[in-house]
């Protein structure tokens, strides 16, 4: 049975199978993509969220210098499009990297792969759904034609925000008001939330509250990509050229705000800072390797998809980088944690028409996004099914749009019912570590092919680099430099010694007696004006960190509650712990086999963004793991072709 679970395809097999068509269904694949094309899909994919919303939160933290934390995430994206471009060229079909795992690791892993890809696809069009959904109503609002009395058309919070959210929001509102914070002191995001479940229709005691929008734009955008590859190339190429334009502009004319008295300090919260929105941008680059996916729909996919995938890294790096700066520059950074941070930078500046312009530009770039991710998941189930994977009704090839159709309209649905109640957060992160483990196993793929003789190569091949050596000391240089520029912070980590848990957590997580406590003993510090309503995480937050652990020590609440350790504390460090354990096997496996460069660095950098993520997303990851594996156990693994054909 072991051998069966790690069954390969060759290379030839495939090609061959291509060739012939896949004899399942008459229809085959429209070819119409060349270079041009598939750059623009790739921006599209990659200009989105990240530019448009992500990018503010990255340059609060990271300050000007987040344009590093983009160069670095570029980097490592870079390695692994390497990797893709590679498999691309060897086996030019649909599959991105279900199929290139299927060649290089076998079938388990194949499906694995496969179905952690849904986690990239569906799962991110729900996060881009509902952040369209945000930036659509923000528009909506701002509509106002005095002559014919509009003042904003404004949705009810019930109707343009998911279930948990609106949940989590008003329980986040109660802690902080039975915390003695006034709820018209509650935070912008946690104010509307609250008021969407407080106001939503109740059928039963069962809050009503849906976001209507991202439905609507997900049913549009499957319409679209169900009618054919070339209405979506057409559709996503005038986006493209919308936002790419508007950009421009929002350069051309930030540029000549810009004080450059704003870039100083340019790292004002040190590296840190700079890598605590690494999860944030990588989210903003994630759309690239949608470009395989279509790689049977390419007129020469063995030349135009590397360079596709090429093109659109840089321009979209170059792109984020300068309006990073041009944002920096404009405003202080620690003003540009904000979900709109394009418009909020000309509204300081008051320039209300170029607001405006952003505003509607944003929501075609967020549809751009959309419909790349919504092409991409159709054409893996594709190859899943043709491998006998899954049903055959999930190959099906559209007679009159040359589109895989049934396969279009299921992604519709996981991408539309989920999108209505789930939180923006959580599916974040699902989608993320999704990918990056994708990324890690096409980088591994290379890896293993790279000596096999009887591997058919292709047109593009990555540039070799020996690893032996530089691999094993840029690892023992960083725990040398760990060691000693990072001194306290490395031993705690070895030593897993006891971390204080932050304000608001502290503050949310205790009950009424215990928040009483917490006000007497706030209410003995001189400071605090004696008859006044004591907002507790208000005022603990505006503590120094050094008076903050002050306050801890002194506070006669229950240890657990204000610290993390032990046990607590160490499982949010396992991933990072089995990213230094896999560092030093490759390590050694550099030294030995002396393997590729460029595919080792890019296994090592989106192995460590993966690690970033922590624990939760680890689990949550797992039982989605689960789930796959019980589906292909009972189904994929005794209907797979290859079975078959052994049988």
């Not at 030839?12 to 896949?22: D, Q, T, V």
Request: charged fraction near 15%; include cysteine.
């Amino acid at each position: 049975m072991l051998n069966n679970l790690f069954r390969k395809k060759s290379v030839s097999k495939i090609l061959e199978e291509a060739s012939k068509g896949y004899g399942d269904h008459e229809s085959s694949l429209n070819k119409t993509l060349g270079v041009r094309d598939l750059t623009a899909f790739g921006i599209a994919a990659i200009i989105g969220a990240g530019i448009f919303s992500t990018i503010g939160k990255a340059s609060a933290d990271g300050g000007p210098a987040v344009i590093f934390l983009f160069i670095f995430t570029a980097i490592a994206c870079s390695f692994a499009a390497f990797a893709y471009a590679e498999f691309a060229s060897m086996v030019p079909v649909s599959g991105s990297a279900y199929t290139y795992s299927y060649v290089a690791f076998g079938e388990l892993v194949a499906w694995i792969i496969g179905w952690s890809l849904i986690m990239e696809y569906a799962i991110g069009n729900i996060t881009v759904a509902i952040s369209w959904s945000d930036y659509f109503t923000s528009l909506l609002s701002s509509i106002k034609i005095k002559s014919l009395g509009i003042d904003g058309i404004h949705i009810p919070d019930w109707a343009t925000m998911d279930y948990l959210t609106a949940f989590n929001g008003h329980k986040h509102a109660e802690a902080l008001i039975n915390a003695g914070k006034d709820i018209a002191n509650l935070d912008e995001a946690t104010s509307i939330a609250n008021n969407a479940w407080v106001t939503a229709p109740q059928i039963g005691g069962f809050h009503f509250v849906a976001d209507l929008p991202a439905l609507g734009i997900i049913i549009f955008i499957t319409w679209l990509v169900y009618r054919g590859m070339k209405e979506s190339r057409n559709a996503s190429n005038a986006m493209v050229i919308i936002k790419l334009a508007v950009i421009l502009l929002v350069l051309s004319v930030g540029i000549f705000y810009v004080d450059t008295e704003n870039w100083n300090p340019f790292a004002p919260n040190g590296v840190s800072g700079i890598l605590k929105g690494v999860s944030a941008v990588f989210f903003a680059y994630i759309g690239f390797d949608a470009i395989s996916t279509t790689a049977e729909e390419c007129k020469n996919p063995q030349r135009d998809l590397p360079k596709g995938m090429m093109w659109a890294i840089i321009i979209c790096t170059i792109l984020y980088i300068a309006i990073a700066l041009v944002l920096t520059g404009v405003v202080k950074y620690n003003t540009l944690a904000v979900g709109d941070p394009l418009a909020y930078v000309f509204d300081q500046i008051d320039l209300k028409l170029m607001s405006g312009i952003i505003a509607v530009s944003a929501v075609f770039a967020m549809a751009s996004v959309l419909l790349v991710f919504q092409m991409g998941q159709p054409r893996i189930w594709m190859s899943m099914s043709r491998d006998g994977l899954l049903p055959k009704s999930f190959s099906k090839i559209h007679p009159k749009y040359k589109t895989p159709s049934f396969s279009t309209i299921v992604v519709g649905f996981v991408v539309a019912i989920p999108s209505l109640f789930m939180n923006l957060t959580i599916v974040t992160d699902l989608c993320s570590i999704g990918t990056l483990f994708a990324f890690v196993l096409v980088c591994a793929g290379v890896l293993v092919l790279q000596n096999r003789p009887d591997v058919q190569r292709g047109k593009f091949k990555i540039p070799y680099v020996n690893s032996k050596y530089i691999i094993p000391l840029l690892f023992v240089a960083s725990v040398i430099f760990s060691l000693t520029q990072f001194k306290t912070e490395t031993l705690a980590f070895l030593k897993n010694e006891t971390k204080s848990v932050d304000a608001t957590t502290f503050v949310t997580s205790l009950n009424n007696g215990e928040l009483q406590t917490v006000k007497n003993e706030i209410a003995q510090n001189p400071v605090v004006l004696q008859g006044k309503q004591i907002d507790a995480e208000a005022y603990l937050n505006n503590l120094s960190a050094e008076q903050y652990e002050s306050f801890l020590t002194k506070s006669s609440i229950n240890f657990d509650k204000k610290y993390e350790s032990g046990w607590k504390l160490f499982k949010h460090k396992i991933p990072m712990w089995i990213f230094l354990l896999i560092c030093v096997v490759i390590s050694y496996f550099c030294f030995t086999k002396n393997l590729s460069l460029i595919p080792v660095l890019g296994l090592i950098s989106c192995l460590y963004m993966m690690c970033e993520l922590g624990i939760s997303n680890w689990i949550g990851f797992g039982v989605w793991l689960a789930v796959g594996l019980v589906i292909y156990f009972s189904y994929g693994y005794k209907n797979s072709k290859l079975a078959q054909n052994k049988a």
